[in-house]
């Protein structure tokens, strides 16, 4: 089987690791949790990191850092992971959707404005499969409500638009270093905040709220949401080499754009003039006039020994909301389509030019 995803672990990953190990700074506290956290912040032009145990929990405290009451509304895709929805439920807040853009399969940020409410407090903003979501009008939006913006930045690891990196475009961002992301630390996550205050309160709420003076006199409730010294390293080892890793991406879509362009049935990805698109993963949405949809592909690809992931299935078409009484009578068309006949094809750091040749005669091979 080609895996649609294998981290690359390198020499001088396992040197840093082994290091941790050799110090026994193994807990969640040392030297590589601290320039993890310095380090991912400055690549990302933010001045404030915290890194927690993965992407969801990064979440979680990025949305409580809002400060939400019962009610409050967030706007953001119907089109994603649904961390970022459970997120803002779990904090009482309503997640209020819109739908994707059809050609770069971001959020439509035109159809925000029409979604506002007087309960609208934030935008989460979640970049989808390597490419920015269009920052600029969503920004401004921000700026005349007064509403807070988050970014998800998980899979958009050196990705930028107009020239800034992603997760350093809004108030907060969080990330993902989850196995398949392009800097993992196996499992792990981090939240970006611009203020030493809200820094603080993250750093308190990943801690279990324990207090600087009296540790143990609680005033609020908190998490135990630590990562750990060891794969800080891994994470550490990798930002040394983020343009190699994103060199790397980009060369593997490319390849696959050079072998499956022009062939009738598929959208591939693009990059709009904006954007560096880091291909997180290699998106193809079928036509619908094929008759094929992505489960059918699928299939045919694993007959051939090739592993793919389907799109995500939206928001509003999730059953647990569905039974809290969210999203009923909603569509969003091209989260629809796209969860019916998208899916993505192996492109892990450790895949080899041979076998993108194999998958892309497969992948052409399967629609015929
Ligand atoms: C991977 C991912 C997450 C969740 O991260 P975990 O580390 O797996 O909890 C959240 N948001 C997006 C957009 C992701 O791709």
């Known amino acids: 089987m080609i895996p649609v995803a294998e981290p690359l672990v390198t020499e001088h990953d ?26 991912w912040a400055a690549y990302c032009g933010m001045p404030h990191g915290i890194a927690v145990s993965n992407g969801s929990v990064a979440l ?12 409050d509304e967030v706007i953001m895709p119907s089109f994603t992971i649904i961390s970022p929805a459970q997120s803002v439920v779990r904090a009482g807040g309503i997640p209020v ?9 971001q959020m439509d940020v035109s159809q925000i404005e029409a ?9 989460l903003v979640v970049h989808i499969y390597g490419h920015p979501a269009d920052m600029d009008p969503v920004l401004a939006l921000a700026r005349k409500h007064g509403l807070k ?24 961002s969080t990330f993902s270093f989850y196995a398949n992301k392009l800097v993992t630390t196996g499992e792990g996550g981090m939240v970006l905040v611009r203020t030493a205050e809200l820094a603080e309160r993250a750093r308190s709420l990943r801690n279990l709220c324990f207090q ?43 390849l696959y754009l050079e072998l499956l362009r022009g062939t009738e049935g598929i959208s591939l990805p693009i990059e ?18 094929t008759g094929l949809d992505a489960a059918a592909l699928a299939g045919r690809l694993r007959e051939k020994g090739i592993e793919t992931r389907p799109f995500f299935l939206g928001m509003h078409e999730q059953p647990v909301f569905g039974k809290m009484g969210l999203f009923a009578g909603e569509n969003y068309p091209v989260a629809e389509r796209l969860a019916r006949q998208g899916l993505y094809v192996p492109t892990g750091l450790t895949i080899t030019d041979q076998e993108i040749h194999q998958v892309a005669q497969a992948v052409r091979e399967g629609i015929r």
């Open 14 to 39: 396992i040197e840093l690791v082994n290091e941790a190990l050799a110090t026994g700074w193994i807990s969640s506290a040392g030297k590589f949790l601290d320039q993890f956290e310095e380090r």
């Open 60 to 71: 979680d405290i990025a949305v409580e850092l809002l400060g939400l009451e019962a009610g």
């Open 97 to 105: 959707l819109v739908d994707s853009d059809p050609g770069n399969w």
């Open 115 to 123: 979604k506002l409410t007087p309960r609208t407090r934030a935008i």
């Open 149 to 172: 913006v988050i970014e998800d930045a998980a899979e958009v690891h050196g990705a930028k638009y107009r020239g800034r990196t992603c997760g350093g475009l809004a108030d907060i």
């Open 212 to 254: 600087k003076k009296q540790r143990f006199l609680h005033e609020e409730l908190g998490y135990n949401f630590r990562l750990t010294n060891l794969q800080a390293a891994l994470g550490v080892a990798q930002i040394e080499r983020m343009e190699q890793i994103v060199e790397r991406k980009r060369a593997i879509a490319a």
């Open 272 to 289: 709009e003039p904006w954007a560096r698109n880091v291909y997180w993963v290699f998106g193809l949405v079928l036509d619908q006039a």
